[in-house]
């Protein structure tokens, strides 16, 4: 991986699809649907930040709207009788821009079994653990160590960047990096997770990038000296 161009937008289209799914007539229209999903997922990220909130889905039609949830807690999403739903759909109710929200508004659950091996929920934990003013190398090295443990046996590349925004003017021991698993040199088609998050903590801004590549690319391009290139 380079780090010329964001990972997730380089594979769209190969084995990546969309986040967001709607055409739009005008450019007007395009750049109204643009800013309102984008407030959409700010609004949910902030929401729904004890629910591990791991992607958002959206997906528009002719007067109707559809939002995919993927989350490891459902259950704080749902509520007891649905009850934290129904007050999450009035409140979304008053962001979309679709006729009669109440009734094309659509919101669907879905639960993730393992998301230790998503990017941005690692993401999110280590800058929940840095509020709380935690020693960020063992912070890092805990969530490595969780990463290896959910992955088993696919043994994926893992790579963990903490480092404050000023690095350049702090010693070289500030900020940590840590890497496993078997890194490949070519992975276009491989299912590459990846999420870049800013967090304040003490007025020091800490970047933590997280990124997984599985053990073997699908389509090997040629061999040099005996080792795939």
Same mark, same amino acid.
């Given at each position: 991986?380079?780090?010329?161009?964001?990972?997730?937008?380089? *594979?769209?289209?190969?084995?990546?699809?969309?986040?967001? @799914?709607?055409?739009?007539?005008?450019?007007?229209?395009?750049?109204?649907? /643009?800013? $309102?999903?984008?407030?959409? *997922?700010?609004?949910?990220?902030?929401?729904?930040?004890?629910?591990?909130?791991?992607?958002?889905?959206?997906?528009?039609?002719?007067?109707? !709207?559809?939002?995919? /949830?993927?989350?490891? *807690?459902?259950?704080?999403?749902?509520?007891?009788?649905?009850?934290?739903? $129904?007050?999450?759909?009035?409140?979304? #109710?008053?962001?979309?821009?679709?006729?009669?929200?109440?009734?094309?508004?659509?919101?669907?659950?879905?639960?993730?079994?393992?998301?230790?091996?998503?990017?941005?929920?690692?993401?999110?934990?280590?800058?929940?653990?840095?509020?709380?003013?935690?020693? +960020? *190398?063992?912070?890092?090295?805990?969530? !490595? $160590?969780?990463?290896?443990?959910?992955?088993?046996? /696919? &043994?994926? +590349?893992?790579?963990?960047? #903490?480092?404050?925004? #000023?690095?350049?003017?702090?010693?070289?021991?500030?900020? #940590?990096?840590?890497?496993?698993?078997?890194?490949?040199?070519?992975?276009? @088609?491989?299912?590459?997770?990846?999420? /870049?998050? $800013?967090?304040?903590?003490?007025?020091?801004?800490?970047?933590?990038?997280?990124?997984?590549?599985?053990?073997?690319?699908?389509?090997?391009?040629?061999? &040099?000296?005996?080792?795939?290139?």
């Amino acid at each position: 991986m380079g780090q010329k161009i964001n990972p997730i937008a380089y *594979r769209l289209g190969v084995n990546i699809d969309w986040p967001s @799914r709607w055409a739009a007539s005008k450019k007007k229209q395009y750049q109204e649907f /643009l800013l $309102e999903d984008a407030k959409i *997922r700010r609004f949910l990220e902030k929401r729904l930040s004890l629910a591990g909130l791991i992607a958002v889905n959206i997906e528009r039609s002719f007067n109707k !709207m559809k939002l995919t /949830l993927q989350t490891s *807690r459902p259950g704080v999403v749902i509520g007891r009788g649905g009850k934290s739903l $129904e007050a999450l759909k009035k409140e979304l #109710c008053q962001i979309v821009s679709v006729e009669e929200p109440e009734k094309n508004l659509e919101i669907r659950i879905e639960e993730v079994e393992r998301p230790e091996l998503s990017a941005l929920f690692v993401a999110q934990k280590i800058a929940d653990q840095l509020k709380r003013r935690l020693p +960020y *190398r063992q912070v890092v090295q805990k969530e !490595m $160590e969780r990463v290896r443990e959910a992955e088993g046996l /696919l &043994r994926r +590349y893992q790579e963990i960047d #903490c480092l404050p925004q #000023c690095h350049e003017l702090l010693p070289t021991t500030a900020g #940590c990096k840590m890497q496993g698993g078997k890194c490949l040199l070519f992975a276009l @088609r491989d299912d590459v997770n990846s999420f /870049l998050r $800013e967090e304040v903590v003490d007025m020091t801004g800490m970047f933590m990038n997280c990124t997984k590549l599985p053990p073997k690319p699908l389509l090997s391009v040629s061999k &040099r000296g005996g080792k795939d290139a």
